[in-house]
């Protein structure tokens, strides 16, 4: 297992300085992550930095609570990808979802699936869904033929859970990808995610992952 290629090595807090964001893009170099996953205001920037690398540049959109237009959302995606975004995680009108409007979520996702051709993972915030709607989530990403359905924004009350990674892969089976975000804190974390079901794992700690430490509780 290359554990490495399944982290989108993640830093998306307020106050991330520049800096912050070059050491997160070398230590993304060196460690050959599959993506550094950014704010998209960093996009240029961690491009620069990356020009000579296979690491990709994932950026959010709609973060962290969803609640944007879905036509913001698809202007978001339009200019981060004109500055070098070549995957997008945005995150689901969740407000919309708890109220039933199904059919509204489906066309988002139908709307933003076709506003790019690169890789697009929908955040479901598992953390704020029962069982019952986690399926339904991910039912509706597979009908949308979403390529991720990710747990997390790692901005709420909880991040992602093995149980809640199982449920998901038993929703998507091969229609979908995982990606396990939120509280994944060492290497075991990492595993168990990645032995139930996940394909990408969103953390801040790569790096203590890969050389078998633990993330300290205040990280992503």
Do not use: W
């Not at 959302?73 to 339009?78: M, P, Q, S, T």
């Not at 109220?99 to 699936?113: A, N, P, Q, T």
């Not at 704020?128 to 009908?143: G, S």
């Not at 974390?189 to 509780?217: C, F, P, Q, W, Y």
């Amino acid at each position: 297992m290359k554990l490495n290629k399944y982290i989108d090595h993640t830093l998306l807090k307020a106050d991330a300085t520049r800096e912050q964001i070059k050491i997160l893009c070398e230590e993304a170099i060196k460690y050959d992550f599959a993506t550094v996953c950014l704010n998209s205001c960093n996009i240029s920037f961690a491009k620069e930095i990356l020009k000579n690398s296979t690491v990709g540049i994932t950026t959010v959109v709609g973060f962290p609570l969803g609640a944007n237009l879905t036509e913001v959302k698809v202007e978001e995606i339009r200019q981060a990808e004109i500055h070098g975004a070549t995957e997008f995680d945005f995150v689901m009108n969740i407000g919309f979802f708890k109220s039933g409007l199904y059919d509204e979520i489906l066309k988002e996702f139908i709307i933003l699936r076709a506003s790019t051709k690169k890789i697009i993972k929908v955040i479901i915030e598992t953390c704020l869904l029962t069982d019952e709607e986690i399926i339904k989530a991910c039912q509706l990403a597979v009908d949308a033929k979403l390529d991720f359905v990710k747990t997390s924004t790692g901005f709420s009350t909880a991040g992602a859970t093995v149980e809640n990674v199982k449920l998901m892969k038993s929703v998507v089976k091969d229609k979908a990808k995982i990606k396990a975000a939120g509280g994944i804190k060492n290497i075991d974390d990492a595993k168990k995610m990645i032995d139930a079901g996940a394909d990408r794992l969103g953390t801040s700690g790569g790096v203590t992952i890969i050389n078998g430490e633990k993330i300290a509780d205040n990280q992503y």
